[in-house]
């Protein structure tokens, strides 16, 4: 079981950035997904979390209206489309599963808010 998250990077507040977490190793479409993110100095906190099908997300109260989680089921792929980023968005991102009891966790990609 792999996770191999992508697209993090430096962006200036008001702006994008779209996440990737390639997954491998597992039935994908079986498993829901999640985001966590971990700001420098903090702990690790739940950003979102998405449905087998994509059809239920959720999100934490910070980031809800500003990013959105989705999955292409085709391509063993999650997204996190994050907009309106503020500094506080600053953390490694990181993307989630559950399989057999276990956590598994990609590496991690770090997302930079700053002027």
């Known amino acids: 079981v792999q996770l191999v998250e992508s697209g993090g990077g430096l962006v200036q507040p008001g702006g994008s950035l779209r996440l990737s977490c390639a997954a491998s190793g597992f039935p994908f479409s079986s498993y829901y997904m999640s985001w966590y993110r971990q700001p420098p100095g903090k702990e690790r906190e739940l950003v979102a979390i998405?449905?087998?099908?994509?059809?239920?997300?959720d999100y934490s109260d910070s980031v809800k209206g500003r990013f959105t989680v989705s999955r292409d089921n085709a391509k063993n792929t999650v997204y996190l489309q994050m907009n309106s980023l503020k500094p506080e968005d600053t953390a490694v991102y990181y993307c989630?599963?559950?399989?057999?009891?276990?956590?598994?966790w990609g590496q991690g990609t770090l997302v930079t808010v700053s002027s």
């Open positions: 989630k599963v559950v399989y057999s009891l276990v956590a598994v």
């Open positions: 998405i449905s087998r099908t994509g059809s239920s997300t």
